[in-house]
C-alpha cells in the first residue's frame, strides 16, 4: 500500500455523516506518543482512528490515576471543581426551576451535583470511574450510576434537565450517547454541552489532540450531532480565551428525518485554522505565557483556600454556603 492510501485508511466511519472520506490531519497527540487523528472531509468531525484504548476499560479505574495520579480527589482537586461547579451553576441558572430532576453525566467526584442538591433539586449522577463515584456517594450522599451511558437502561422522559460538562469528547460513539440523553429527557427538556473547541489557539499545537479524547468538535459539528440525536440548539457560546464551546439543546418533536449530515466547506476551514496555528505563531502570541501565570496563581490560591480543611465536604460547604445567598432560589 503506498503511502497515499495509508493516509486515506478509515476504519471508523464518520459518527455524523457517516462518510469515510477523511484526511488525516496529526500522528502525534499531547503525550507526545502516537495518536492518528483523522477529520472527515464531507462535515468536518474529528476522531481518532484506530482508537487508541478502549473506553468501557479506561474509564473504570485508568483515567483518573493517569490523568491526576489518584483513585479518589485530593482536597484541591475538590475546591478547584468546587469553583468551577459555581461557574457552571451560574451560566445555566436561569434556564432551571424548582422542582427540577436533572441528571448530570460525567459527575466525576461530584462537586456540581452537591452544589445542585444543596439549592434543592433532585439530582442523579452518572460516572464511569469507580473512584470517584464511591467518594461522591461517601462524602455527599449522592445518587451516582458506576457505569456509561450506552450501557445503561433508564425510562424514558426521565428528567427535565441534563448536563454533560467536557464528557462529550471521551464517548466512544457520541450521536448514539446523544440520543440516549434525548430518549431520557421530558418532551422540551434541556440539555447543557460543554467541550473543547478544536478551533482554538489558546493551547501549544502540540497539546491539541488528547489520547482521551476520542473526538474533537468544532461549533458546527457539535450542532449538527446535537440535532441529528433530536434537539434543537438555543445558545452557542464559545468561551472568552476561545478554549471551550458551550450549548444549550432543547428536546424537539422531530416531525421530518434529515438523512444529509454534511457540512458544507466546514473540514476546508478547520484544516485552514489548524495549518495556521503553527508553534512560532502560538509562541509569539501572549497565550502561552498568561497560562503559566494564570496557572502559578491558581496553585498559590489553591494552597490558601484548603488550609485548614480535611474533608471535601467542610470544603464545599464553606465555599458555597458563601456563593449560595446571590442565587435566587424560585
Ligand atoms: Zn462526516
Not at 491526576?68 to 478547584?80: A, W
Not at 463515584?133 to 425510562?155: F, P, Q
Not at 422522559?157 to 471521551?170: A, F, G, K, Q
Amino acid at each position: 500500500m503506498n503511502n497515499q492510501s495509508i493516509q486515506k485508511l478509515c476504519s471508523i466511519p464518520c459518527n455524523l455523516c457517516e462518510s469515510r472520506n477523511i484526511e488525516e490531519l496529526s500522528l502525534i497527540g499531547r503525550e507526545r506518543k502516537y495518536l492518528r487523528t483523522v477529520i472527515c472531509k464531507e462535515c468536518g468531525l474529528i476522531w481518532s482512528d484506530p482508537r487508541p484504548m478502549d473506553p468501557r476499560k479506561y474509564y473504570k479505574d485508568k483515567y483518573r490515576m493517569e490523568y491526576k495520579g489518584v483513585i479518589e480527589p485530593k482536597l484541591k482537586h475538590i475546591y478547584r471543581a468546587g469553583i468551577v461547579a459555581l461557574d457552571r451553576f451560574k451560566k445555566i441558572e436561569s434556564f432551571l426551576y424548582k422542582g427540577a430532576k436533572i441528571l448530570d453525566i460525567g459527575s466525576g467526584g461530584g462537586e456540581f451535583m452537591y452544589l445542585l442538591t444543596k439549592l434543592g433539586y433532585e439530582t442523579t449522577g452518572i460516572e464511569p470511574n469507580i473512584g470517584y463515584a464511591k467518594y461522591s456517594r461517601r462524602e455527599y450522599g449522592l445518587n451516582i450510576i458506576t457505569g456509561l451511558v450506552e450501557d445503561i437502561d433508564m425510562s424514558a422522559s426521565e428528567y427535565d434537565v441534563v448536563t454533560m460538562w467536557h464528557v462529550l469528547e471521551h464517548t466512544d460513539n457520541p450521536f448514539l450517547v446523544l440520543s440516549h440523553i434525548n430518549r431520557w429527557l421530558k418532551n422540551e427538556g434541556t440539555l447543557f454541552i460543554e467541550v473543547p473547541n478544536v478551533e482554538a489557539i489558546c493551547q501549544a499545537p502540540i497539546n491539541r489532540f488528547h489520547f482521551a479524547h476520542l473526538y474533537s468538535f468544532n461549533l458546527k459539528t457539535v450542532e449538527k450531532i446535537g440535532i441529528k440525536a433530536g434537539f434543537y440548539p438555543i445558545v452557542q457560546e464559545i468561551s472568552a480565551d476561545g478554549g471551550n464551546l458551550f450549548i444549550i439543546f432543547q428536546k424537539t418533536k422531530v416531525d421530518k428525518v434529515q438523512d444529509n449530515w454534511k457540512i458544507k466547506g466546514n473540514a476546508q476551514n478547520i484544516i485552514k485554522i489548524l495549518k495556521k496555528h503553527t508553534n512560532i505563531h502560538h509562541y509569539i502570541s501572549p497565550y502561552p505565557y498568561s497560562r503559566f501565570l494564570k496557572k502559578i496563581k491558581r496553585i498559590i490560591n489553591e494552597r490558601k483556600a484548603i488550609r485548614g480543611f480535611s474533608r471535601g465536604k467542610e470544603i464545599l460547604d464553606y465555599y458555597y454556603n458563601k456563593e449560595i445567598l446571590h442565587f435566587k432560589l424560585d
